[in-house]
C-alpha cells in the first residue's frame, strides 16, 4: 500500500486528497524511505493553489510535501551511506514527501540521531537548512551585526532566532505578543508585537532583515536597512525586481545540504538547538493543516505523521 496526498487539479483545501500511487524502486544513486512523518510548509499550498505553476510547473496529478523522515526500505545502485533499516531525515528539493513510501536521492538524506523521535526529526529538514543558508550565505551574518527576522515564531524563524543567537549577533523578532516569551527563550534580544507596534519605528540601522513574511513586512523595513546592510527573503519573490535603487535585495531559494543537516541534527539531538513541533496531525488531517498553514499563524512546526 503506498497511500499519498494528492493534487489532480490546482485548487484550495479540497483539491487535496489520498489516493494509492504505486509503490516506487530506488534508481541509482536512491534509497527508497517508509515515512514516519513529514513537516508541513508554506510549498504545499503555494504549489496546490497553482501559484507557482509559472515558476514550478508541474505534471499533475502531484504528490505534495517537500521534507520526510523515515526508514530506508530499499538502495538503489552505488549507494554506500546507508542500509536497509537506517533512519534517515532530508528535504527532496521537490515535492513528494506525503506518501507512506517516497524514492529520494541518497545525497539529499542525513542519519538521525538514535534520540531524536521522527516528528521532531521531519520538522528539522526545511526550516533549519532554510535558516542557516540565509542568515549565514545569503545573508552573511556577522558577530556583533543586528538581524531583524520577520515572522521570528514560525519554523523558519524559530532556528533563525536560535542560529543568529548563537553566532553573536543581536537579533529582533517580529511576532504576535503571545509568542515573545517563547522568542525570549530562544534568544531574542527585542521581540517586537507586529499588529500593535509598527516594527520601522523601533528597529534602526540593521544590518540584515530575514523577511519571511513578505507583503508589508518587506516594504516597511527598506527604510531600516543599514547603509551596507540587506534584505533576505524567503517569502516574497518579487524583491529580485523590488529593490529599490541603492538597496540590497536577496530572493532566497534553499537547497538541500546533507552535511549541515546532519550536524544540525545531531545538536538538535544534544539540546544544543530546539525543534520546535506545535502540532501533530495523521494524513487523514494533512490537507486541513496544509490550509491552516496559509493563514500565517503559528508557533514551529505542524508535522504530519504517517502510521
Ligand atoms: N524560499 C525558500 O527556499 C523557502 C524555504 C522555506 C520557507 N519559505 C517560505 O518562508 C515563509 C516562512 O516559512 P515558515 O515555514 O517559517 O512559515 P510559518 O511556520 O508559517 O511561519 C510564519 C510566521 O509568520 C508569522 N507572521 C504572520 N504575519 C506576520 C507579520 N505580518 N509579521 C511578522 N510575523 C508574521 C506567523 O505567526 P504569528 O502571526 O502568530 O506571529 C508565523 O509564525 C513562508 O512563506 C514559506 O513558504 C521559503
Given amino acids: 500500500m503506498n497511500r499519498a496526498l494528492l493534487i489532480h487539479a490546482y485548487g484550495g483545501a479540497d483539491a487535496v486528497s489520498i489516493d494509492r500511487i504505486d509503490l516506487p524502486t530506488a534508481a541509482a544513486g536512491e534509497v527508497v524511505v517508509r515515512v514516519r512523518a513529514a513537516g508541513v510548509n508554506g510549498l504545499d499550498w503555494k504549489i496546490r493553489d497553482g501559484s507557482l505553476q509559472s515558476v514550478f510547473p508541474l505534471p499533475l496529478p502531484a504528490t505534495l510535501g517537500i521534507e520526510l523522515a523515515g526508514e530506508v526500505t530499499e538502495i538503489g545502485a552505488g549507494v554506500t551511506r546507508f542500509t536497509v533499516g537506517d533512519r534517515v531525515l532530508g528535504a527532496l528539493g521537490a515535492i513528494g514527501a506525503y506518501a507512506d513510501h517516497v524514492a529520494i536521492d541518497a545525497d539529499k538524506l542525513a542519519p538521525i540521531p538514535d534520540s531524536l523521535d521522527d516528528t521532531i526529526a521531519a520538522a528539522i529538514p526545511v526550516a533549519a537548512l532554510t535558516a542557516w543558508q540565509a542568515l549565514f550565505e545569503a545573508g552573511e551574518l556577522k558577530r556583533g551585526q543586528t538581524v531583524l527576522i520577520h515572522g521570528a515564531a514560525g519554523g523558519v524563524g524559530s532556528f533563525a532566532v536560535q542560529l543568529a543567537r548563537r553566532a553573536g549577533a543581536r537579533v529582533v523578532a517580529t511576532a504576535r505578543g503571545i509568542h515573545a516569551a517563547y522568542l525570549r527563550e530562544l534568544g531574542a534580544d527585542e521581540v517586537i508585537d507586529y499588529r500593535t507596534t509598527p516594527f520601522w519605528e523601533v528597529a534602526r540601522n540593521v544590518d540584515l532583515v530575514l523577511d519571511l513574511v513578505g507583503g508589508p513586512a518587506l516594504t516597511g523595513s527598506w527604510p531600516i536597512v ?29 537547497r538541500t545540504d546533507a552535511a549541515k543537516l546532519a550536524e544540525i541534527a545531531r545538536e538538535v539531538a544534544q539540546g544544543n538547538l530546539r525543534a520546535e513541533v506545535s502540532e501533530i496531525v495523521d494524513l487523514s488531517q494533512a490537507a486541513d493543516a496544509i490550509e491552516r498553514n496559509k493563514t500565517g499563524h503559528g508557533r514551529g512546526k505542524t508535522v504530519v505523521k504517517f502510521q
Wanted: net charge positive; aromatic share 6%.
Fill in 226 to 254: 543599514a547603509e551596507q546592510g540587506r534584505i533576505v527573503s524567503t517569502a516574497a519573490p518579487e524583491i529580485a525586481t523590488q529593490t529599490p535603487t541603492g538597496k540590497r535585495g536577496v530572493w532566497f531559494q534553499m
